[in-house]
Structures are given as structure tokens and as C-alpha cells.
């Protein structure tokens, strides 16, 4: 079946203005997860949603991030604010259950300008 | 909070030689440690993974080990192919933080 699929692939911006991320998980899977990877390092955990809710958001680096998942299956990432540091591949990944394996999307490229 | 540390960052090997990669964790709460090969532009893909019941799992030429008591766990290609030369990562989580934590990676190239 199809995999997690995240829009647009790549989102180039300019400083301070606001973006949003979209992210498709695998059909039925229940657990959904973002990460943010930088280049050369692995993937950084962002927020945890299983069905809508918001299970674990610790990994948001400030207010300026907020992730939402209303029906309990497509997610958006969105940024205020947006600022350089903020540029990164930005990861969602989805799991069948609550112990289950994550798989990824391609990610999204963001460059803020 | 959990930290994951891997070693080596690079590891070059001929064509058919075997590679090891090594990973450490901080959390002793974590039971679930999977690994993921990254091509350069790609998504992370899930090649295997252990969890704290078990001490090895094989499949195929990849095989992870995991050392409960020392806290550490590795990853294991043998007969490695050109094919196989991509960053590596694992990970850690446990049943009360379902988020993993990664590694910094292992770029391994395969040389032919």
C-alpha cells in the first residue's frame, strides 16, 4: 500500500513569515509522529499525536510550532515566525499501534531565506 | 532524558567484508531500538529492529545484538555490497515515551 506522504517536498521562505507542513500518514495507522532532522545529524523528535490528540509535544522547540491532526489522520506542521535556524528536513513518520514499528515520509526540505 | 550515542561516524570497508555499528543508551526504561539506513536525499527506512526481550535478531546478511545490562546494542551487516553504502541510525524508546531517539549516524561506504 502507499507510504506516509508529506507536501510540498521542499518550501522555501523568507524570515519571518508562516508555513505549513502536510503530512499523510499510512491508512490506519493510529500513532503519528514529527521530527526535524539538520544536515549530518539524525532525526530530532518534535511531537507525538495518537489519534487527534496531542500525546507528547515536548520536542517543540517554542511556541512558534504547532502541530495539529483534527480527524485523527492527515497532520499539519505550522510555523510563525519562521527564522533561519528554523531551515531542516522536517520528518513525519506513522506507526499501526502504540508499540509499533515508525515508518517515514520523504520529508519536507524547508529553507528560510 | 534518553540519550543515544553511535560510533564509529565513518566506516569504510571492500566489497563483501562485514560492518559494525555500535550504539549506547542512557534510559534503562528503553525497550525498543530499531535501526534505519538513510540514502543521500531519502527517507529514513526501518531495516531491523530488537526489543528488550531478546538479546539478537537476524535477518538475512543484518543482525542486531543488544546487551541489556551494559546498555548497548549493534548493528551487524556481513558479506556488505556496494548497494549497502548509506548512513546509519539507531534509536531508542521506551514504553512510557514513544518518540525515539536517534544517534548522530554512521555513514558507511561500501567500496568495490
Known amino acids: 500500500g502507499a507510504g506516509v506522504s508529506q507536501t510540498p517536498s521542499n518550501k522555501v521562505t523568507e524570515k519571518g513569515k508562516y508555513v505549513e507542513l502536510r503530512c499523510d500518514p499510512i491508512?490506519?495507522?493510529?500513532?503519528l509522529y514529527w521530527y526535524r532532522q539538520s544536515l549530518g545529524q539524525g532525526p530530532e523528535f518534535l511531537i507525538y499525536?495518537?489519534?487527534?490528540?496531542?500525546?507528547?509535544d515536548s520536542g517543540l522547540p517554542n511556541d512558534r510550532f504547532f502541530a495539529v491532526r483534527p480527524e485523527g489522520s492527515v497532520s499539519t506542521l505550522k510555523i510563525q515566525r519562521t527564522e533561519r535556524g528554523d531551515s531542516a528536513v522536517y520528518l513525519c513518520?506513522?506507526?499501526?499501534?502504540?508499540?509499533?514499528?515508525?515508518?517515514f515520509g520523504p520529508g519536507t526540505r524547508l529553507t528560510v531565506t | 532524558g534518553e540519550n543515544v550515542e553511535q560510533h564509529p561516524s565513518t566506516l569504510s570497508v571492500q566489497e563483501g567484508d562485514s560492518a559494525v555499528i555500535k550504539c549506547t543508551y542512557s534510559?534503562?526504561?528503553?525497550?525498543?531500538f530499531p535501526w534505519y539506513k538513510q540514502e543521500l536525499g531519502k527517507r529514513p527506512q526501518l531495516i531491523i529492529d530488537?526489543?528488550?526481550?531478546?538479546g539478537e535478531k537476524k535477518d538475512q546478511r543484518i543482525a542486531v545484538t543488544l546487551n541489556k545490562t551494559a546498555k548497548h546494542f549493534s548493528l551487524h551487516i556481513t558479506e556488505t555490497q556496494p548497494e549497502d553504502s548509506a548512513v546509519y541510525f539507531c534509536?531508542?524508546?521506551?514504553?512510557?515515551?514513544?518518540?525515539?531517539?536517534f544517534g548522530s549516524g554512521t555513514r558507511l561506504q561500501v567500496q568495490p
Open positions: 513518520a506513522s506507526s499501526p499501534t502504540l508499540k509499533g514499528e515508525q515508518y
Open positions: 491508512s490506519g495507522h493510529t500513532a
Open positions: 499525536f495518537q489519534g487527534t490528540g496531542a500525546a507528547d
Open positions: 534510559d534503562s526504561a528503553s525497550n525498543y
Open positions: 530488537i526489543r528488550s526481550n531478546v
Open positions: 534509536a531508542a524508546s521506551n514504553a512510557g515515551r514513544r518518540a525515539l531517539t
